[in-house]
């Protein structure tokens, strides 16, 4: 692939920015800090050739540093994201829709946390495994419903759906093991993203 | 309708069952949740009356898409019984019947059906239940908790339209409201807000609603999750599910009330005492939704002393019948106390430790049942550093630094490092790191994992960095408000003390303490007493023998103290670690260029093996001979270069003279140190009778040369070949020993190094591209090789047989060899406790 290609810059509304794959792919880095290509394509559902062209051109413009197996994010392709997130999703924090259903992800996401603690404590319980999974089902749900203003993040919906059928299939290492693509993970990987596009700072 | 169709014996059985009618002993039938309920009906246990159809029914919807013929009658006659038995109506008054439909599959899977609670109620049944209970707003808690379950379950969809349609009318009741208007204007809400959902309202009529129940029920085993997991896990998928109805208990009707669930120990850190939540007013899955703050056992034992006190009695009772610790879900109605589910209860690795120790010491469970309870996984787990006593009783009385939630239990030390990427860094500087932040996110992840141990100034137990600590087992304490970070100048205050990136802290992460300074850890591993109790049951039943690893005198004491009674040693190892490698393959090049005398090496061999043998004391030590083929001296020197320049060291007995110089350092060592034992050398690679009669020409030519006490000859089989002559080669042998992965390495035709590290191997099993993991279970071609070796005990029966193992022990391994008739095993020093509890769950499993 040619390297104008890469990440390549388009013009909006004036402002020159990363074009949308390029952004899936930088921003799942932003939100892990430190992943391998594999890790991205996984996150961003684009062909791992593709993603690797990506970030060749990542590397050469010093917004990512290889370090051997994995890739680690520099302030400066932060900076790229955040400009991102900045130029795209201004106006969501203004909207009033915007406003209650975050009040409705604020009361699922605390009924979450206390599940997977029930689930951890309770050595996996499966009572409590149903009811993580059921508030997946939700938050899925919730996701459905600005799915038109942030077309995106149908991605962590197909990111669920997989790591639900893995803990389906007997991985409890999908509900919560850092290591890999848990719900846990994608669950505050995703509140990451959606306090970004709506500029809002986390509580704990 | 359609006759039942799935024919057979069972076809002519009935299709529902009373609790008191069903077998126990057929969860097949009843399901586990049937089977369960029938268990403690039978036992006198307090059981709200109810009945189960059975998995046959289910079997035959699946087969003809509708209700097996007479099935609707059959319920309607239980519906009946029922009613007589509780003295109450199904869809009317004076008293209305109201049941919980739940399904109840065979194995527990997910994606089955969750429980609809309230099922009954139609406009006439609940006015009467207004009326009876005296309580228009308990009748329409009641009513639109039952709309919602239904809604979501059974409709699929709608349960959130109806709470919030639902939330105005019942904020609006008053304390004299009439019924009917609360109920019409309830029911109409819920109407509207469901077909506006889900274009689909709730039946009216009760019997509609439970026959839509039971065929959601049967319906959700061909649900998405059910089937993946059935998929996955090997299960048939013609098991079915049975339907447990049951009449309905109100921990939400009048007081006291209320419902919980309660653990006959805890399961968190396995103490003998009733543990557990109860919610007041609350009905059925309120406690488990975690949606409000229930009281514990004890305030709830203050509240309600006769109900508590008979809870604990009847619990207690329980556990020992089954055997196990249990979880139960009850609810009290007015003061009277319902069993509503019993089930063996999961726990955390301590509590099973300390859970199966305490149900050993009672003697009232077999062993074998006790044992069966705890995983080997369980062991890794709970083995842990931990800080010394006196160290650790001098830092709490010198004060903490602070005191957080102890959020992932385990006691470690570290510099402090407030910035994830930093943390990386110097972790991988081989330094351990206490990451200390305000709060974490998935951006800290990285550093988390490369992090010793976590500490947080924000946040509770159920924090992003409380829950990934616990998944990666770290320490971590979090919400330690008395830390202040400054992360641009890299330091912290934590109690008034300054703390700059670099300084050592110890955490606690169970009690939530930080201490200043590196606190000295003991191999002491934690749960020690309870764990070594339970060890001591499973070697009696075993009655194994295990040769643990060991390379310095140090580890040979930690490896006797995890319970080997019996030293492996590596000489190759020994010398590498002791700088003596180099030294040795020069000599032998030496040697095998220009006949160099090797005579002087075995002064260096006695040196270096007397300190292991001192420190076994009198345990029996087996030496490997050097090995200069193998891949851990191929690291250590220019392996592959030197090989080509001398083929003869590729072969066991290349190198005579090299043989007996070991024979003789060996039999230097036993000497000085004054062991017990004969010392026993092991040459790997044996192939052929020839070569191990050669190897013990050596071995008696060289110590009665050297006027030494006898050395103890082994061949270890690392091939198929070897395997398969060892009845042979056992005739000129005092030890056989056969290395697993070695024989596998060549079986399979993979180097052996891919055997050690987890990928790309798991990966490769889990895309079944080998139809069983090599390194967890015991395939055909390994068991016709190790029945050769077995029968090594007819050809030579004063040779001994032992089974070489290398990283973790997996219970199955275990039960492959201890029935292959395997009692002795090399393991690696970190697998003794392992392998211990393995093999005496092989043996004392049927």
């Known amino acids: 692939m040619p390297r104008g290609d890469v990440a390549r810059r388009t013009e909006c509304c004036g402002v020159t920015m990363l074009d949308e794959h390029a952004f899936l792919t930088l921003n799942a880095l932003y939100l892990k800090k430190m992943a391998s290509v594999g890790n991205l394509a996984e996150m961003s559902g684009l062909p791992t050739d593709q993603v690797q062209a990506m970030v060749s051109g990542f590397l050469e413009r010093g917004w990512v540093l290889d370090i051997g197996s994995e890739l680690l994010i520099q302030s400066e392709g932060m900076a790229e994201v955040q400009s991102y997130y900045h130029e795209t999703y201004s106006d969501l924090s203004q909207r009033e829709e915007t406003a209650g259903w975050y009040a409705r992800f604020e009361a699922i996401n605390r009924q979450f946390i206390k599940l997977v603690t029930d689930w951890q404590q309770g050595g996996g319980d499966p009572r409590a495994e149903e009811r993580v999974i059921a508030t997946v089902d939700r938050l899925v749900k919730l996701i459905g419903e600005i799915a038109l203003l942030v077309p995106r993040y149908v991605g962590y919906v197909r990111r669920f759906e997989r790591s639900v059928t893995k803990v389906d299939q007997g991985d409890p290492d999908f509900v919560c093991t850092p290591t890999v693509d848990s719900l846990h993970n994608i669950w505050f990987e995703f509140h990451e993203d959606l306090l970004m596009i709506l500029g809002k700072e986390r509580t704990e | 309708m359609t006759p039942r169709s799935a024919g057979g014996v069972l076809a002519d059985l009935p299709l529902v069952y009373r609790f008191e009618d069903a077998d126990s002993s057929q969860p097949e039938l009843f399901g586990g949740k049937g089977a369960g309920l029938a268990r403690m009906t039978a036992a006198g246990l307090p059981v709200p009356p109810g009945f189960i159809i059975t998995t046959e029914a289910c079997r035959a919807y699946m087969a003809d898409g509708t209700f097996p013929d007479g099935l609707i009658e059959d319920v309607r006659r239980h519906l009946g019984t029922l009613e007589e038995k ?85 904020a609006a009741i008053s304390p004299g409201a009439d019924a009917v208007t609360v109920f019409t204007g309830l029911e109409s809400a819920c109407r509207r807000a469901l077909l506006d959902a889900v274009g689909e309202a709730i039946p009216d009529d009760p019997h509609e609603q439970l026959e839509r129940a039971i065929g959601a029920v049967f319906e959700s085993w061909n649900s998405r999750r059910a089937v993946t997991y059935r998929r996955h896990q090997k299960i048939a998928d013609d098991l079915g599910t049975a339907v447990v109805i049951q009449a309905m208990v109100f921990g939400n009707l009048g007081q006291p009330s209320g419902t919980g669930v309660a653990f006959t120990r805890d399961p968190l850190t396995g103490e003998p005492t009733l543990y557990g939540e109860y919610l007041e007013g609350g009905q059925g899955e309120d406690v488990v939704a975690g949606t409000s703050n229930p009281m514990t056992m004890r305030e709830a034992a203050e509240r309600l002393p006769d109900v508590f006190a008979e809870l604990k009695r009847l619990t207690q009772g329980l556990e020992t019948a089954h055997g196990d610790v249990l979880d139960i879900e009850f609810t009290v109605e007015q003061g009277k106390l319902y069993l509503l589910q019993v089930r063996s209860a999961k726990r955390t690795a301590e509590a099973a430790i300390r859970i199966a120790a305490d149900f050993l010491r009672d003697r009232k469970v077999p062993p074998a049942q006790v044992l069966a309870r705890v995983s080997t996984g369980q062991i890794r787990q709970a083995e842990r ?78 924090s992003h960095a409380a829950v990934v600590a616990r998944a990666l087992g770290k320490p971590c304490v979090v919400g330690c408000t008395a830390v202040t970070i400054d992360l641009e100048r890299r330091n912290l205050l934590i109690g008034g003390r300054a703390l700059e990136e670099g300084d050592a802290v110890s955490i606690d992460g169970a009690t939530g303490e930080i201490f200043a300074g590196r606190l000295p850890t003991t191999q002491a591993e934690g749960s020690g007493t309870h764990l070594s109790e339970i060890l001591a049951a499973a070697d009696e039943a075993a009655r194994c023998r295990f040769f643990g690893r060991a390379t310095t005198a140090e580890q040979v004491k930690t490896t006797l103290d995890r319970g080997a009674q019996a030293i492996a040693t590596r000489l190759g190892d020994v010398l590498a670690t002791t700088g003596h490698l180099e030294k040795l393959l020069e000599l032998l090049v030496s040697h095998d260029a220009s006949g160099t005398k090797l005579d002087a090496f075995d002064e260096i061999i006695a040196d270096v093996l007397t300190p292991l043998f001192v420190a076994a004391g009198e345990a029996e030590v087996v030496v490997r001979a050097v090995d200069l083929s193998s891949d851990e001296a191929m690291e250590l020197v220019d392996g592959p270069a030197l090989l080509a320049r001398h083929p003869r060291f590729l072969l066991p007995l290349g190198l005579p003279e090299f043989i007996a110089v070991q024979v003789a350092g060996l039999a230097l060592a036993a000497e000085r140190s004054g062991h017990p034992r004969p010392p026993q050398l092991s040459l790997r690679h044996v192939t052929d009778p020839n070569e191990a009669e050669e190897f013990r020409r050596i071995a008696r030519a060289e110590t009665l040369r050297r006027g030494l006490a006898p050395v103890l000859v082994g061949a270890t089989l690392t091939s198929p070949r070897g395997a398969q002559l060892a009845p042979a080669i056992a005739r000129h042998s005092d030890l056989l020993w056969l290395e697993v992965r070695g024989l596998q390495a060549k079986l399979y035709g993979f180097p052996a190094s891919l055997w050690l590290t987890g990928d790309p191997l798991d990966e490769y099993v889990r895309r079944r591209m080998l139809s069983s993991d090599p390194r967890a279970s015991l395939d055909e071609s390994m068991r016709v090789l190790l029945g050769s070796v077995a029968t090594s005990r007819i050809s030579a029966p004063a040779c001994r047989l032992g089974i070489r193992l290398a990283g973790p022990v997996s219970e199955e391994l275990a039960t492959g060899f201890y029935w292959l008739g395997f009692r002795t095993f090399a393991i690696d020093a970190d697998e003794v406790r392992t392998a211990r509890l393995a093999f005496g769950k092989a043996a004392l499993a049927e």
């Open chain 2, 86 to 170: 509780t003295r109450r109506r199904f869809g009317g008054g004076p008293t209305p019947l109201l049941v919980s439909v739940r399904s109840g599959a065979p194995i527990s899977m997910p994606g089955m059906m969750d429980t609809i609670l309230n099922l009954g109620l139609n406009q006439q049944a609940a006015i009467a239940l207004a009326a009876a209970t005296g309580d228009v707003g308990f009748m329409a808690d009641v009513y639109s908790r039952f709309c919602r379950m239904f809604a979501d379950i059974v409709l699929g969809d709608g349960g959130d339209a109806v709470a919030e349609a639902a939330g105005p009318h019942l």
């Open chain 2, 385 to 462: 550093p931990a800080f010394e006593d006196s160290a650790l009783a001098a830092a709490r009385r010198s004060g903490a630094l602070g005191n957080g939630i102890g959020a992932s239990p385990g006691q470690v030390s570290g510099v402090v490092v407030v910035d994830p990427d930093r943390a990386v860094e110097v972790a991988a500087g081989g330094e351990s790191v206490i990451l200390t932040r305000p709060t974490t996110s998935p951006l800290d992840l990285h550093g988390m994992i490369a992090a010793t141990g976590i500490v947080t100034a924000l946040g509770g137990a159920t």
